[in-house]
């Protein structure tokens, strides 16, 4: 099994059950902006759009009814409220630091009037991107170190610079730390076997 296909299967049991409790909370309705996506997330549930997604470049296969844009999460090129929903799927623990995060937080409450922003639980105990356990608990250093070792290093064969570059880039987010992100939003919790799998703020209105 190769990196992707241990993805693919993974994404498969989570998000399809993560976009049917995004159908009953708030949508999709209205403008959309998905912020980091794929058309993927809205084919699980039947959409066809429009929804605009966004990512720092254009994929070369895109899919009729979504509209593809260029931008950057954390200085997005749209005024206040301009969307009725933004959506966001395990995005934000790839901004590296905390600083960016609050960026991409802001301008997403910015931008948008509801809101539906999912990213990992950094208590669960097995890191999403190696497929390994309590890596993310260890010092930057000690991850470097052991990154090699775990199912994501021992598909992908990185190099010790693209080792450097993966842990620089993901940075799991505690629940306290999504309220401070996101102060108008319910946190929700996602459980997997009882543990806190995923946090996901809500936003079901705009707050003026």
Same mark, same amino acid.
């Not at 890191?127 to 170190?145: D, G, K, Q, S, T």
């Not at 990154?147 to 306290?176: C, D, K, N, S, Y």
């Given at each position: 099994m190769t990196m992707?296909?241990l993805?693919?299967l993974f994404?498969?049991?989570f998000l399809?059950r993560?976009?049917?409790?995004?159908?009953? =909370?708030?949508?999709p309705?209205?403008?959309?902006?998905?912020?980091?996506?794929?058309?993927?997330a809205?084919?699980?549930?039947?959409y066809?759009g429009?929804v605009?997604?966004l990512?720092?470049?254009?994929?070369?296969?895109?899919t009729?009814?979504?509209?593809y844009v260029?931008?950057?999460?954390?200085?997005l090129a749209y005024?206040?409220r301009?969307?009725d929903?933004?959506?966001?799927?395990?995005?934000?623990?790839h901004?590296?630091t905390?600083?960016?995060?609050?960026?991409?937080?802001?301008?997403?409450?910015?931008v948008?009037q509801?809101?539906? %922003?999912q990213?990992p639980a950094?208590?669960?105990?097995?890191?999403?991107h190696?497929?390994?356990?309590f890596?993310?608990?260890?010092? =930057? =250093?000690?991850r470097?170190? %052991?990154?090699?070792?775990t199912?994501w290093?021992?598909?992908q064969?990185?190099?010790?610079?693209?080792?450097?570059e993966?842990? =620089?880039?993901?940075?799991?987010?505690?629940?306290?730390?999504m309220?401070?992100?996101?102060?108008?939003?319910?946190i929700r919790?996602?459980?997997?076997l009882g543990l806190?799998k995923?946090?996901?703020?809500?936003r079901?209105e705009t707050?003026g």
């Amino acid at each position: 099994m190769t990196m992707k296909q241990l993805r693919r299967l993974f994404r498969r049991r989570f998000l399809g059950r993560r976009m049917r409790d995004f159908v009953g =909370a708030i949508g999709p309705r209205g403008t959309i902006l998905d912020v980091g996506g794929t058309s993927y997330a809205w084919r699980l549930i039947g959409y066809s759009g429009p929804v605009t997604i966004l990512n720092l470049s254009v994929p070369e296969e895109t899919t009729t009814g979504f509209e593809y844009v260029e931008g950057d999460g954390t200085r997005l090129a749209y005024s206040d409220r301009h969307f009725d929903t933004i959506f966001s799927n395990s995005v934000i623990e790839h901004l590296s630091t905390w600083e960016q995060q609050c960026r991409f937080a802001s301008e997403l409450r910015r931008v948008g009037q509801r809101l539906w %922003v999912q990213t990992p639980a950094r208590a669960f105990p097995i890191e999403p991107h190696y497929f390994a356990p309590f890596i993310h608990w260890l010092p =930057a =250093a000690w991850r470097r170190r %052991v990154a090699r070792w775990t199912p994501w290093g021992i598909m992908q064969r990185p190099t010790p610079e693209r080792i450097a570059e993966m842990v =620089a880039e993901i940075r799991l987010l505690g629940r306290r730390e999504m309220k401070r992100l996101f102060p108008d939003c319910e946190i929700r919790t996602e459980r997997f076997l009882g543990l806190p799998k995923s946090y996901i703020a809500v936003r079901r209105e705009t707050s003026g």
